[in-house]
């Protein structure tokens, strides 16, 4: 960047939807944007504070809401990139901003003359004639700033900013750890290298290769081709090669181990946790949760685990007696598991995933997702492919209500490729508002299918597409005054509920007669295949749900630890935790501690559960519409819309759920559809 060209950053945004200036931003643009949106940030702080007038809910609350709109940008840009098209230089960038980025939120949430104003007004909050929105974002609003350490004296604050300012740069370094591992290892394949490997496997495989500018094929350590090699390859030696990559991710001696930042992170939230009173990490965290305590995600977890544990021994049962069959008198490994499933999987139910996938192609499904948003809140995705992007791979949506009003936009990022991160996620360039003018939503989802031609779904793809979606309908609904109460920003164990909800749709026959088309053929997908699919998918439920609690459970483990100090190897700690609650080896968990972003580099530190807490209310919720009789009933569909899509943190979410379902949530729901119903 020279001195004669003025950064794009900090220049007005004008493209259709204040989409960023993609094509005229470098990696070096970033940190003077960042550094000059803080400053800026700060005066709209330090005026608002200095306001002379007394303090009242429009010059305080409704300003704060509306400060830092040139940060909030530039910071939605930095982090939508960092995850979904790094570099090397963008690497380097969030490297050094993440301490500045933490000291900055530190001088807002702990600037005193705001909080006197804000607390002034919380004491005074039921004379003040708020209306509920307005009293919800000023008690939300309150309860931050005192969590950040507010109140807190002033050594205690200065800690409190030095952790958070530790904390962000070596969550930083963590995810930056994971992604190197991710980004550079590959198992190339030749030969019979490929035994066993389906056509839609090989097809990813060579082009997570050319990807590379590699010949031949290759194995990454994307979900989306990574499993299905542990599913079909047989060649055991190669699974456990792979797998073995995929679980050690984080875990390798040098400058990209993870396994000393572990204990440095949790040693520097407990501690944090004391500064505020509260004798663990996740006392404090699940404060401001549904849950509420510890003991109440304990319950939960104990609960499912026990249940889920008793169907893994069904289910290893099956695989032991094909594998007797097949003259295959071994242990069984993790490497194993996955491949001998499937095999059950085709024998007993006549399901094979080279059957099912040319049924579920991308585009279709992709379509099949707006098609139930459609029908059920009336909304329309128009392509709009003339809109400059991050990457070609992106495709952008307009988004149009019933009455052709527009709603905003959605971008669409399905493909793995080198630079973005594994996982599935959902996030946002713009948030819904009307503080100060209307703010329409800009949300996007990130998935990481492997790329084919054309790209072909296995039927948890499909889900975690439509999971994803159900995230980014959250964000494009949300209908609130107050940027800070918008779409998402909702307790971490009710922001899974919308996203888990919508998978419920992915199932339905309905949808899939109207959407899962052979993508040869043109012909629907067999009603006997959909009900092999469902079968075979209740027969996996031990494996996934007992592989799920067990990740939830070190979560909660290593967070309720009295003195995470005297814990000298984490790693070692997580085996102890699995083997006292009898995690059976063979099975594994979701995600170990070395690579846990999750935990370490994301917001779900002492709240992995709430995957399950939100599996509770989502079951319970999609009742609704088979008490109906039809999963698009229009009433069920409008009450959805307006508590649970639409309201975003305007309401306690016990309260939102109550608005749509008329009661509490009932648990059976769920292990009705786990198959978990036998007592515990």
């Known amino acids: 960047m020279t001195t004669t060209q003025p950064n794009p950053l900090l220049q007005p945004w004008d493209a259709p939807f204040q989409l960023p200036p993609f094509d005229r931003t470098s990696p070096d643009h970033f940190a ?82 705001l909080f006197r104003r804000i607390d002034a007004l919380h004491e005074r909050r039921r004379q003040l004639g708020l209306d509920p929105e307005q009293l919800r974002l000023l008690e939300r609003m309150h309860l931050g700033f005192v969590r950040s350490g507010a109140r807190l004296d002033a050594a205690s604050q200065s800690r409190h900013a030095a952790i958070t300012e530790r904390l962000a740069a070596m969550s930083t370094a963590f995810g930056q750890n994971v992604l190197h591992e991710e980004t550079a290892w590959h198992l190339p394949l030749s030969g019979d290298d490929v035994e066993g490997l389906p056509e839609f496997v090989l097809a990813a495989a060579a082009g997570a290769a050319a990807e590379r500018g590699l010949p031949g094929h290759v194995i990454t350590l994307s979900r989306s081709l990574i499993v299905p090699f542990l599913t079909f390859s047989r060649r055991r030696d190669l699974r456990e090669k792979a797998w073995r990559a995929w679980t050690s991710r984080g875990e390798h001696a040098g400058e990209h181990d993870n396994r000393p930042l572990i204990g440095q992170i949790v040693q520097l939230r407990h501690e944090l946790a004391q500064l505020h009173g509260y004798a663990t990490y996740a006392d404090y965290a699940l404060v401001d949760r549904m849950a509420g305590k510890p003991a109440a995600v304990d319950e939960l977890l104990d609960n499912v685990y026990g249940r889920a544990l008793k169907a893994l021994s069904g289910e290893r049962e099956a695989i032991d007696a094909l594998r007797r069959d097949a003259g295959d008198s071994g242990e069984l490994q993790p490497w194993d598991w996955r491949f001998w499933a499937e095999q059950v999987r085709q024998r007993q139910y006549a399901v094979d995933d080279a059957e099912v996938k040319p049924y ?18 009336g909304i329309r995705f128009v392509a709009r492919p003339e809109l400059k992007l991050y990457h070609p791979d992106v495709k952008a949506y307009e988004v149009i209500d019933a009455a052709g009003a527009p709603v905003g936009l959605f971008l669409h990022d399905n493909f793995a490729r080198p630079g973005k991160r594994s996982g599935a996620w959902m996030n946002g360039f713009h948030w819904q508002a009307r503080n100060g003018g209307t703010v329409r939503p800009v949300i996007i989802n990130n998935n990481n299918f492997a790329k084919g031609e054309p790209t072909l779904l296995s039927f948890d793809d499909v889900r975690t597409l439509f999971h994803e979606f159900g995230h980014g309908l959250h964000g494009l609904l949300s209908d609130v005054t107050y940027r800070e109460l918008s779409g998402t920003r909702v307790l971490r164990d009710f922001v899974e509920l919308p996203s888990q909800l919508f998978e419920h749709w992915a199932e339905e026959r309905e949808v899939l007669q109207r959407h899962a088309r052979h993508v040869a053929t043109g012909e629907p ?156």
């Open 525 to 680: 997908i067999p009603e006997a295949l959909v009900t092999r699919i469902q079968h075979a998918q209740r027969f996996g439920q031990g494996y996934e749900t007992v592989r799920y609690c067990a990740s939830a459970i070190v979560d909660m483990a290593v967070h309720t630890h009295p003195d995470p100090a005297s814990v000298q190897d984490w790693v070692a700690f997580e085996a102890q935790v699995l083997r006292d609650r009898g995690l059976p080896p063979a099975a594994g968990l979701n995600h170990r501690l070395p690579h846990f972003q999750h935990l370490f580099s994301g917001g779900y530190a002492a709240g992995y559960y709430v995957y399950l807490w939100a599996e509770v209310l989502d079951a319970d919720a999609y009742d609704a519409f088979v008490e109906a009789g039809n999963p698009f009933d229009a009433d069920v569909a409008a009450r959805l819309k307006r508590c649970i899509y639409g309201s975003g943190n305007t309401m306690e979410p016990g309260r939102a759920y109550e608005a749509f379902r008329g009661r509490g949530p009932r648990i059976e729901p769920l292990l009705a559809q786990k198959g978990l119903l036998q007592p515990a």
């Open 32 to 113: 003077p944007a960042l550094r000059e949106a803080m400053a800026q940030h700060l005066a709209e702080i330090d005026a608002i504070a200095a306001d002379p007038q007394p303090p009242t809910f429009d010059n305080t609350l409704a300003a704060l809401d509306r400060s830092g709109k040139l940060l909030r940008r530039v910071v939605g840009m930095f982090g939508n990139l960092c995850s979904s098209h790094s570099s090397e230089a963008l690497r380097a960038v969030e490297r050094e901003m993440a301490v500045p980025l933490a000291a900055h939120e530190n001088a807002v949430t702990m600037h005193a003359g």
């Open 360 to 377: 579920f192609p991308l585009d279709a499904m992709v379509q099949s997702a707006f098609d139930c948003a459609q029908r059920l809140f």
